[in-house]
């Protein structure tokens, strides 16, 4: 399960820490990038597909928990494992909260840290692989014509061909055709499928979500 | 007078009709004394008629001073039928006084019978010097008697005082018109219990016993007040029954000897009074006098007070107790020494005297005596109990910083432990790194040694921290140190980097360079400083993030004070909290107790020093420590 080439960024200002973070890391077998600073780390726009984020907490200028929703504000699915010296119960709810994978507390045991960098880039895998997935079905959805996206949305709502005929005032046929590109342009395989997709489109009934 | 003016008649005619013809001023008198006739030249001369002048009137124009010597010339001549010469002033009708010379002489009838006197007199007030002699005279007598700054008085047997200048008026507080009036009189300015004494030197003047007496007694002023008088007293050349008296204000004479004795009275008491040994010693080190004490203390055999006494030699006595091994008996017996050869202004030293079964303490304090052939006063004071309660007071203090530093740093020890995290989880980083390497069949040694480098560098950084926190929660005796306070700031600082971060505190320092050492107990020093950094902190909590700026600021305010300022830009403190902050339970956290501050003003006065706190002008807060420095020789950071 475990990739070789997954990075792990590093955040902490104290130079040595993060320097055997980095080596422990790289025993490991993952390609370590160390910053000092939050701020030089949002400078750097590194690619966080797939990747993980070490982040201590108390961080001089921007802290980690800023950092962190920074990134959130970005729509960045990085996943974060805090590190902090000491960390307060409000500071952990906060930090899970906002999405974190876990809050480790300096000193931490390297299995720990391993299996917790291990699940972070599972779940970092897991989101690329969904974001993967949103980006292919947002794809097919926008090689829809106006007319086949109303009929998606009558038919996701439930609605008989008759009725999607007397809603929209056409032919019960012309409904039948523009179903079926429907369902093949999307490629669903049947009507609970396409109700799933609609779900992850966060498409309604009321609404067009191209409008 | 009429009835003898009519008996002899014809004579009289005789007499009166002379008295019309010389070309002075003349008068004539009968058997019985009485004066019958005053020629034109008179009358005019004061301008009254004959009928005025004749009885009584005439005396009304001889000068008040004249006339009771006039009287007396006339009448101790007439008895006598002698003739005589007389100067008096005679005021004539415009109302001044003129300098007269008058002759008198009996006159006899041809058959011998004595008829009476016939004067003549004449105005010798404008006659030139060499005639004036007499005038001049009296100027003279005038001046000098009127102007003289000793009071003088002239008195009569029967108490009055027919003349006074103007101090002798001043000095009893009576006027000129009083004077004049004869209020002014000796019984009248002699109190009771003087009297006597008074008359008793009258009596001797007059008995011829002394030419002048002198004695003091005193004055009874018009306004009721007594004056203290020096009185010389004489009777005039050639009288019994008047004489001059000159009278010495004795006030300031008085007040002077009344201090002098009160002061002297005062010196006494204040040396019987004084509750320790004192010892007044000559220039060669005998002892001249001698105060002991009472108390037990000072006659133990053991110590050094026992064996003084008047006529030995006290530096030697200390000189001997240093022998016999009392360290600082040598340095007493120095600084006695050094104050008599006046190379010391004074020396003080509290010592603990050996030989006692519990400590005691003494304080020796070494005065030259401020006169010509030298000498010093040395007291001694048993000092104990002060002593005993000073130390009381270190030690409550060291207990109560400790107490509040216990709780402070507390209140910081999740920086604490973040600051000894940060070190440990590398090392165990590492450490993992190493045992990983190690595991492998060619470990790469280069990297190793870096590595196990690190380790070496973080343990020691830990051990430091560890070391610091150990110093601050422990007791501590209090050490007095020369102390590099920039050294001290920068450890405080330190130790508070994490807090710093947490709480988004930039920290300035603005430390001087060269700062003078400054004496104290690094511990307490440290813990002011951390007191003073963690509160810039709690002010600027609510002020937005980018505003908080702390600077730590250190310079020499003089050649003997070293500076710290703590400044923060949060809100400032009210003018009217300025002072109480430093006041025990002043707080402005929940959970605080409110005594750091107060515990920071203890410490910095145990070290001579002073915390105050400002209002920045640009605002926040400023906290300032002013410690005297030990040396003024500077010492590089």
């Not at chain 2, 030990?630 to 010492?635: F, L, V």
Request: proline share 4%; charged share 25%; glycine share 6%.
């Amino acid at each position: 399960m475990r990739s070789e080439a997954s990075t792990v960024f590093v955040v902490d200002d104290d130079p040595s820490l993060l320097r055997s973070v980095e080596r422990l890391l790289q025993t490991a077998g993952y390609h370590a990038e160390t910053f000092s600073t939050a701020e030089s780390f949002l400078a750097a726009k590194v690619a966080t597909r797939g990747a993980c984020l070490i982040l201590d907490v108390n961080l001089p200028g921007l802290n980690g928990l800023e950092l962190q929703r920074k990134l959130a504000e970005r729509g960045s699915p990085l996943p974060v494992i805090f590190i902090a010296g000491h960390g307060s119960i409000p500071m952990t709810v906060r930090a899970m909260k906002a999405g974190a994978v876990t809050f480790l507390p300096k000193p931490f045991e390297e299995p720990e840290l391993i299996g917790q960098v291990e699940k972070a880039l599972a779940q970092s895998r897991e989101e690329a692989r969904k974001w993967a997935e949103l980006t292919s079905l947002r794809q097919r959805h926008a090689t829809l014509t106006a007319r086949e996206s109303e009929v998606l949305l009558q038919v996701v709502s439930g609605k008989l061909n008759k009725q999607i005929a007397f809603a929209l005032q056409i032919g019960e046929t012309t409904v039948k055709v523009h179903r079926g590109r429907v369902m093949r342009k999307m490629q669903a395989q049947s009507v609970a499928d396409l109700v799933i997709m609609a779900e992850r489109l966060s498409l309604s009934p009321t609404q067009d979500p191209r409008k | 007078m009429s009835t003898s003016l009519e008996s002899q008649l014809p004579v009289h005619e005789a007499m009166r009709a002379w008295a019309d013809l010389v070309p002075t001023l003349a008068w004539v008198s009968g058997c019985d004394k009485q004066c019958v006739y005053f020629n034109r030249q008179w009358q005019e001369f004061t301008g009254s008629s004959l009928e005025e002048l004749l009885g009584e009137q005439w005396v009304k124009d001889v000068h008040p001073e004249d006339r009771q010597r006039w009287l007396e010339i006339y009448l101790g001549s007439f008895d006598l039928r002698k003739q005589f010469t007389r100067e008096y002033r005679l005021r004539r009708h415009d109302g001044q006084y003129r300098l007269l010379a008058e002759a008198g002489a009996p006159c006899f009838s041809a058959d011998g019978v004595f008829m009476g006197y016939t004067g003549t007199a004449v105005d010798i007030s404008d006659l030139g010097i060499s005639d004036g002699s007499v005038r001049e005279r009296a100027a003279r007598f005038r001046a000098l008697f009127d102007r003289n700054v000793v009071p003088l008085a002239f008195w009569t047997v029967d108490g009055k005082i027919i003349d006074a200048n103007k101090a002798y008026l001043k000095l009893t507080g009576y006027t000129r018109q009083d004077l004049r009036k004869g209020g002014l009189r000796c019984d009248g300015l002699t109190p009771a219990e003087y009297q006597e004494l008074d008359r008793r030197a009258i009596t001797e003047l007059r008995a011829g016993k002394a030419a002048a007496r002198t004695y003091e007694k005193e004055y009874l002023r018009r306004d009721g007040r007594r004056v203290p008088v020096l009185i010389a007293g004489s009777l005039l050349p050639g009288y019994l029954d008047r004489g001059v008296v000159c009278a010495l204000d004795l006030t300031s004479r008085k007040k002077t000897e009344a201090r002098l004795e009160e002061s002297r009275s005062l010196l006494d008491s204040v040396f019987k009074s004084l509750n320790g040994l004192v010892v007044v010693i000559n220039s060669s080190g005998q002892v001249i006098a001698l105060k002991q004490p009472q108390t037990a203390v000072f006659r133990r055999k053991s110590t050094v007070h026992a064996g003084v006494r008047i006529g030995a030699n006290y530096v030697e006595a200390w000189k001997a107790a240093h022998l016999s091994g009392d360290r600082d008996a040598g340095l007493v017996s120095n600084g006695i020494a050094g104050v008599l050869e006046r190379k010391l202004p004074e020396f003080k030293l509290e010592y603990s005297c050996p030989g006692l079964p519990k400590p005691t303490w003494f304080e020796v304090a070494v005065q030259p005596l401020s006169r010509p052939e030298g000498g010093a006063l040395i007291t001694q004071v048993d000092i104990t109990r002060r002593r005993e309660t000073e130390l009381e007071a270190e030690l409550l203090l060291r207990e109560l910083a400790h107490v509040t530093r216990i709780t402070m740093l507390g209140e910081l020890a999740a920086s604490f432990t973040h600051e000894l995290s940060q070190p440990l989880a590398a090392m165990l980083n590492n450490s993992v790194v190493v045992q990983r390497l190690l595991s492998k069949r060619d470990p790469d040694t280069a990297r190793l040694q870096e590595i196990v480098g690190d380790i070496v560098a973080l343990s020691r950084r830990a051990k430091k921290i560890i070391e610091r926190l150990r110093k601050l929660l422990g007791k501590g005796k209090a050490q007095l140190k020369a102390i590099n306070f920039n050294k001290l700031l920068i450890e405080v600082v330190d130790l508070l980097r994490d807090e710093a971060i947490l709480k988004k505190v930039r920290v300035v320092r603005e430390l001087a360079h060269g700062l003078p050492l400054v004496c104290g107990d690094r511990i307490q020093l440290q813990q002011v400083s951390l007191n003073l950094i963690v509160n810039a902190f709690e002010a600027m909590r609510r002020i937005p993030a980018p505003l908080r700026e702390l600077t730590i600021r250190t310079f020499v305010s003089s050649h003997q004070f070293v500076t710290l300022e703590v400044q923060d830009a949060g809100p400032g403190i009210p003018p009217d909290k300025l002072e109480t902050v430093f006041n025990p339970f002043f707080t402005t956290k929940s959970e605080g107790m409110g005594m750091g501050l107060s515990i920071c003003r203890s410490i910095i006065k145990a070290h001579h020093g002073e915390i105050s706190a400002t209002n920045a002008p640009g605002g926040g807060a400023i906290f300032r420590v002013v410690l005297p420095v030990i040396d003024s020789t500077a010492d590089a950071i």
